[in-house]
């Protein structure tokens, strides 16, 4: 029974961490990013560096993991996220051992709930971030310690053994170094821990001094490469510490000591107030916990700090917990739930011990209430014909469950229902960027796609893009090899190969670039690309625009003529899920010199409902640039619009964008006939 309720706490929390892996959340932010660039860096070089120096420097461990994935799965936002998945599928592991070692196997089941369903770890795990690692390193690395100082009267007791704790426990501290920066500070925890046992429980510490020894040696030997590399280095390792702490005027604005007494009022009420108000690390402003789980913590807050000097177990989560909130309270934006990661295997103790209480008085009240019934029972002399209640060994902790029910329904909904459908999480972690990349993909026919991996065979589909799209955004770079792709320039003659687009950065003069590439006559047609919002950026805008040049199809016969030789090859209605979208294919019989802008109005039972203006190809493909014998798509969208051909109509003309002046329709006979021409709505197939 015991394994099967084990196994079924981590399959629902390998279920929040897995479904809908690498697309929930949407995109893929830099910093992951920049994590797969350098994992394609180790797999075509070999090299393996002692620390990372890009992005304002990196610990090796994860980006080592990220390049195993890499290396089976192929650029992709699953390969970057997949090892966050198994390290936070360990970390329930190494949690549920942490609290059992402490306080027994129930306190463990808890532990092992509470963190399956606590959205904070839940996210950490479905993203690429180096700090998932040091929550697992905590939790493993202090059950072996915990182990190390139990004392004789324990069950486990064997000296050889708890040197093997030890030496465990150093290479795992010593190994943490190499996950997170937050890990700096574990020594200023540990020292404090120190300073407790010396305080409450002497002797058992001082007893100790041989396996702290080990322990020492071992996590010094494990962490010199990386402690030899920070002295030859200090301005890599260091530099992003300097740029984020309070201690600079930048950031505590000349007011220091109120910045910190802020800071340490936001950090203190993270787990059930307030939590971190950046989209990339949670549902803004969401605490750690909701209400159940909040008041489960409160209450372990009271036990622990009842038994702080007899339970060692209860100090090690009020001393943990509180020095390894200082990377957060220390440093701009508190809270921060990165920064913070380092307190998640003690954090979640406190609940524990809640549930413990809550468990403990259920049990005590149903002893009371069981005692009454025996005397009940005994006065009515009917004992035989009343329900048996159950004993203390066979009673369930229903309030503990419901409390764990309700976390675990208010995690589901926040993060996959109000967090991925968030407009900000997908702009936080440049979603735009990521599906432009997979769109260059899914043009070439190789590689992610934005929805799944492509294998060829490749197209013939040749892609020019702005280097300033290139080098802004580092998804574009790991998810599109640079070797598929060239930069936009001026070339010394066209590109004879007409199956070509070009993805240019829109607010700057580009048609100089891209039209000098292209032999015409050609097909042309414009593409938004997807849009972006920077975090200071107060709307989104589009990221890019695609130009696509291609051989001229065949046409039907032309739908209208207009004057100044404009030629209306035809007009299609494409549905959609926000409206419709018009296109209209347009081509000249001779030079323009005038820039015309199209109008399109849509009509039910001859009324317009909806309408809308501008130049072809989103304004780029402006008529006096159209060269005699190019074919021009031009797209208009019509926002709520559902198609009923039953009964709506077109209305199409163009008229001159500096004066207003409408170009007339002609009729067969090359006469006008009005200034716009009626089609009925043809639905594309």
Known sequence: MERALLLLLLLIGAGLRLWDAGRTPPGLYHDEAQNGLDALAVLETGEVPLYFPANNGREPLFIYLVTASIALLGRSPLAVRLPSFFVGFLTLAATYDLARVLWGRRAGRWALAVLAVTLWHVH??????????????????????????????????????KIGNWIAAGVLYGLSWYTYMAARFTPVALGVMVLYGLLFHRQQTLRAWRGALVFCVVALLVLA??????????????ARTGQVTILSPEINGGDFWG??????????????????????????????????????????????????RRNAGAALALLWTSVMTLPTLLAEDAPHFLRAVGVLPTAVLFPVLGLLWIDKWQMANGK??????????????????????????????????????????????????????????????????????????????????????????????????????????????????????????????????LNLTFIVWPYRN????????????????????????????????????????????????????????????????????AGATVRLWWETDAPLSADYTVFVHYLRDGAVIAQHDGQPGYGHLRTGGWVVGDLILDEHPLSGIIPDPARDSLRIGLYRSDTGDALSRLDDAGNPTGAWVDVGVVLAP
Not at 135 to 143: E, I, N, S
Not at 225 to 238: A, E, K
Not at 533 to 561: C, L, N, S, Y
């Open 124 to 161: 950490l795990s479905r993203i690429g971030f180096r700090a998932v690692l040091l929550p697992l390193f905590t939790a493993l690395f202090l059950g072996q310690l915990a182990r190390g100082l139990r004392t004789p009267e324990s069950k486990i007791h064997n000296p050889k053994s």
């Open 368 to 497: 009371s209430v069981r005692h009454e019934s025996r005397i009940m029972n005994h006065e009515s002399r009917i004992a035989r014909s009343c329900p048996r209640l159950p004993s203390r060994e066979s009673s369930r902790p229903v309030y503990c469950l419901l409390l764990l029910l309700l976390a675990f329904l208010s995690t589901t909904y926040d993060y996959f229902v109000r967090y991925a459908n968030a407009p900000l999480a997908y702009h936080w972690f440049e979603a735009g960027p990521v599906a432009m990349a997979g769109k260059i993909n899914a043009l070439l026919g190789e590689g992610w796609d934005g929805a799944k991996m492509l294998h060829g065979p490749a197209t013939e589909r040749r892609i020019y893009i702005d280097r300033q799209l290139w080098d802004s955004w580092t998804a574009v770079p790991f998810l599109v090899p640079e070797k598929a792709v060239r930069a936009l320039s001026v070339p010394a003659a066209p590109d004879l190969t």
């Open 225 to 238: 490469p990386l402690g030899v590399y920070t002295l030859r280095h200090p301005d890599v390792v260091l």
């Open 259 to 308: 910045t910190l007494v802020r800071h340490t009022l936001r950090t203190a009420g993270m787990f059930f107030v307030r939590g971190d108000r950046i989209w990339r690390h949670n549902l803004a402003w969401r605490p750690v916990w909701e209400p159940a789980l909040g008041l489960a913590f409160l209450i372990g807050v009271g036990v622990a700090l009842a038994g702080f």
């Open 510 to 577: 580009w048609e100089s670039d891209v039209f000098s590439h292209i032999v015409r006559p050609a097909y042309l047609r414009v593409e938004a690309g997807p849009q972006a919002q920077g975090d200071k950026d107060e709307q989104p805008f589009t990221v890019a625009m695609f130009i696509h040049a291609d051989p001229r199809p065949a046409v039907p016969e032309p739908v209208t003529r207009f004057e100044e030789g404009i030629i209306l090859r035809a007009a299609l209605v494409y549905p959609g899920d």
